[in-house]
């Protein structure tokens, strides 16, 4: 029976609406889980390692007796990086490396200039101190989210970097554990759910508190991020992953199936789109999508994902793709077509863009370098990826000379008096009509 996914032309009377209804993905949180999430993170906040050790029994089926053993110490990780594959730390290390090499280009620097009349202006630029990184460790583990999160971290120079990972039922995930110990995390908590976010927001006897809190998680995380953001920083609040492929008559239409079927075997909620020039490469990527299908493991989790939220769009000529692509501004952007690089600068909203028919986004979800933590749901139209920027903060540096602060006072002072702020006036005027004694004098 052949697979069903919404067959869509740019030249429709109702386009505009059908793709409006396409992208409408929003799941609202239900009050539910809000006053459940809420709950967990009040008792944390109260109770401390007491509560913390209370909701890991109770939520993950792990019972230990005191805060500190909830830390699962270096030594463990070593132990972990020797079990696992050699060839699969192999492929981290190379993944770290590529990862690291391309955020190192991303590091701000702190700098200052000088006016004619002495003053100096500038920004001063820091690292956090502390980050938490949150990692999924439920029905699936990650250890590419240690990698993505960790190293622009790292890079940025925060001192201290805290892992939270849940272990249902007191298992491990040895791969999630090496990843740490590659990238230089420093503690490692085996906690989980809403109950880690409140640990790292607020911090307990044994979990420190944090500045920043990333990295993804179910929508109990989800939600838990959201109530805790002013207390801490957060990445940000991702929805379910989405790909848009637009393909040419010369893209394979196997390579496309398989692209789409990358991106939906994530969860039934994934979006995948594919944007075909023409109805040739239209009707081939169908026909591929339902002869690779009953080939793939996560058969139903892809048909369903494609059925509810998947779509081919046929359009006229690439300059139409482009249009639709930033109206939907996607998660990650593949561009299977001829010439891919001379259509990047009318690209205004992507979270990634993946150039050539070789540049498939599963490349980008390990170790082509660029982070793989990215802005979805239409975000893109004014979010960026998870970038070393993300773990830096900036100070403005103001350094007025007797000669600037004379020439500024009087500027201030005008604006000042028009909002009716008389003080700021005043002291604005202070250094512009008043001498600075010399006590030596």
């Known amino acids: 029976m052949p697979t069903e996914i919404k067959q869509l032309t740019v030249r429709d009377k109702n386009f505009d609406s059908a793709l409006s209804n396409l992208l409408d993905r929003q799941t609202e949180t239900s009050s539910e889980v809000d ?13 401390g390692d007491q509560a913390l050790l209370e909701f890991t029994r109770r939520l993950d089926q792990f019972s230990v007796s005191m805060g500190e053993d909830l830390e699962i110490p270096k030594s463990r990780w070593a132990v972990a990086r020797q079990s696992i594959d050699p060839d699969l730390e192999t492929a981290l290390l190379e993944a770290a490396d590529r990862i690291r090499e391309f955020h190192e280009e991303q590091k701000e620097s702190s ?29 699936a583990s990650y250890p590419s989210s240690v990698l993505m999160n960790v190293i622009p971290a790292k ?19 040895e791969t999630v554990l090496a990843s740490a110990d590659i990238v230089g995390v420093d503690r490692i908590f085996r906690i ?22 990333v990295g993804p998680g ?33 893209a394979d239409p196997d390579w496309v199936a398989m692209d789409l079927f990358a991106q939906a075997e994530h969860d039934e909620q994934a979006q995948s789109i594919a944007i075909c020039v023409g109805r040739e490469i239209r009707a081939k990527v ?15 989790i892809i048909e369903q994902a494609l059925s509810d939220y998947g779509a081919l769009i046929e359009v006229d000529s690439i300059d139409e793709a482009i249009s639709v692509a930033n109206k939907i501004a996607p998660e990650h952007l593949e561009l299977m077509i001829n010439a891919p690089r001379d259509w990047i600068p009318k690209i205004r909203h992507a979270g ?25 749901s239409g975000t893109a139209r004014f979010s960026s990826p998870l970038g070393v920027y993300d773990f830096q903060k900036r100070s403005s540096v103001v350094d007025c000379s007797q000669a600037g602060a004379a020439t500024l006072s009087g500027i201030a002072s005008l604006i000042a008096r028009a909002e009716g702020l008389t003080a700021h ?5 202070f250094r512009g009509y008043r001498q600075k004694v010399d006590p030596d004098d």
């Not at 120079?157 to 007191?170: D, L, Y």
């Not at 759910?193 to 307990?204: C, F, I, K, N, P």
């Not at 995380?221 to 929805?239: C, E, P, S, Y």
């Not at 990634?352 to 979805?376: K, M, R």
Request: proline share 5%; glycine share 12%.
């Open 35 to 47: 006053e459940t999430v809420r709950g967990i993170i009040d008792q944390v906040r109260l109770g």
């Open 111 to 139: 700098w200052q200039r000088e006016r004619s009349d002495g003053s100096r202006y500038g920004q001063q630029v820091n690292a956090l101190d502390r980050v938490g990184v949150y990692v999924p460790g439920g029905k």
């Open 155 to 173: 890079v940025a120079g925060v001192e201290e970097v805290v892992m939270v990972v849940p272990t249902p039922n007191g298992r491990i995930n």
């Open 192 to 213: 989980g759910g809403a109950q880690a976010v409140a640990a790292l927001t607020h911090g307990t006897e044994t979990v420190p508190k944090v500045d920043k809190i």
């Open 218 to 250: 179910n929508q109990y995380v989800a939600t838990a991020k959201k109530q805790v953001f002013g207390l801490v920083g957060i990445d940000m609040i991702a929805g379910p992953s989405e790909v848009l492929v637009i393909c040419d008559a010369g």
């Open 286 to 300: 169908s026909q591929a999508i339902n002869r690779l299908l009953p080939t793939m493991e996560r058969r139903s």
């Open 352 to 376: 990634a863009i993946f150039c050539g028919y070789y540049s498939a986004e599963s490349l980008g979800d390990y170790c082509a370098g660029p982070n793989h933590v990215l802005p979805t």
């Open 425 to 429: 006036a005043r002291s604005a005027e």
